[in-house]
C-alpha cells in the first residue's frame, strides 16, 4: 500500500535560513508526491507535487522539492524562510497509480514554526 | 475560480440533531472527497465520488454518516444523529482526472461542535 511519513512532528527555525521539511514515501511503482500547506482555520492549499521529469520541483510562494528516488524521500525546502511561512505542512501521495482514481494519502503533519 | 464552496463555515448543534454539510466543488472536477480533521486524529478520508458516483466510503465511521452527489455541482455530507464525538473540521476537496492533474483542492471548511 502506498505511504508516506514525515519523522517531523514540528520543525522550528529562525527567518532568513533555510528550512526543510521532511518526507519519505513507500509505493510500488512510480510515485506521484505532493506537498500542501494549512495555515490556521483554512483549508489546505496545494504547493507544488512530482509526476515526472526533473528531481527539483519548484512551487508556490518560493518552496520547491527535491525527488531522490534512491532515498525515497520528498523533501520540502525554502532557501530563506519567512515569518509568514509558519503554518502546518502535509506530504502526500496518489494512491491507485495502476488503477486510476485521484485519492490521496496524507501524511500526519509537520508544524513549521519560523521566529525572527 | 471561485474554488470549492462549503456551507455553512460553522456549525454548532445539540447532540441528537441532524446536521447537513454542503460543497461545491470546482467546475469541470470529476472527483469530490469528503474528509475530517481533528487533534487526535489528523487527517481522515470519509469517502470520494468519481463523476457523482460514490467510489470508496470505507473512511465512514459509522452508519449515522451518509453522503450524496446528486449532480456534479454539488454534494452533502449528512450525520444522523449528531454525537459530541463528531466535533470536528470537515473539508470538501475536488479535482481533476488529466494528464499531469491529481492534486485536489480543498475547500474551507466546516466546524462542527456538537455539544
Known amino acids: 500500500a502506498q505511504s508516506v511519513a514525515q519523522p517531523e512532528d514540528q520543525v522550528n527555525v529562525a527567518e532568513g535560513n533555510p528550512l526543510t521539511v521532511k518526507c519519505t514515501y513507500s ?24 509526476i515526472t521529469g526533473d528531481n527539483l520541483v519548484k512551487g508556490s510562494y518560493g518552496f520547491e522539492a527535491e525527488f531522490n528516488k534512491s532515498q525515497t524521500s520528498f523533501h520540502l525546502k525554502k532557501p530563506s524562510a519567512l515569518v509568514s511561512d509558519s503554518a502546518l505542512y502535509f506530504c502526500a501521495v496518489r494512491v491507485g497509480l495502476t488503477g486510476g482514481g485521484n485519492k490521496l494519502t496524507f501524511g500526519t ?8 | 475560480d471561485a474554488g470549492v464552496i462549503q456551507s455553512p463555515r460553522h456549525e454548532v448543534t445539540e447532540m441528537g440533531q441532524e446536521v447537513t454539510l454542503r460543497c461545491k ?33 470505507s473512511g465512514m465511521p459509522e452508519d449515522r454518516f451518509s453522503a450524496k452527489m446528486p449532480n456534479a455541482s454539488f454534494s452533502t455530507l449528512k450525520i444522523q444523529p449528531s454525537e459530541p464525538r463528531d466535533s ?18 480543498f475547500g474551507p471548511g466546516t466546524r462542527l461542535t456538537v455539544t
Open chain 1, 109 to 116: 503533519g509537520t508544524q513549521l514554526k519560523v521566529e525572527l
Open chain 2, 88 to 105: 470536528a473540521v470537515y473539508f470538501c476537496a475536488s479535482s481533476l482526472r488529466g494528464a499531469g492533474s491529481y492534486e485536489q483542492y
Open chain 2, 25 to 57: 466543488p470546482i467546475s469541470g472536477h470529476d472527483y469530490l472527497f469528503w474528509y475530517r480533521q481533528t487533534m487526535m486524529r489528523g487527517l481522515e478520508l470519509l469517502i470520494y465520488f468519481n463523476n457523482n458516483v460514490p467510489i470508496d466510503d
Open chain 1, 27 to 50: 509505493v510500488s511503482g512510480n510515485p506521484y508526491l505532493f506537498w500542501y500547506v494549512q495555515y490556521p482555520n483554512r483549508g489546505l492549499q496545494f504547493l507544488l507535487k512530482y
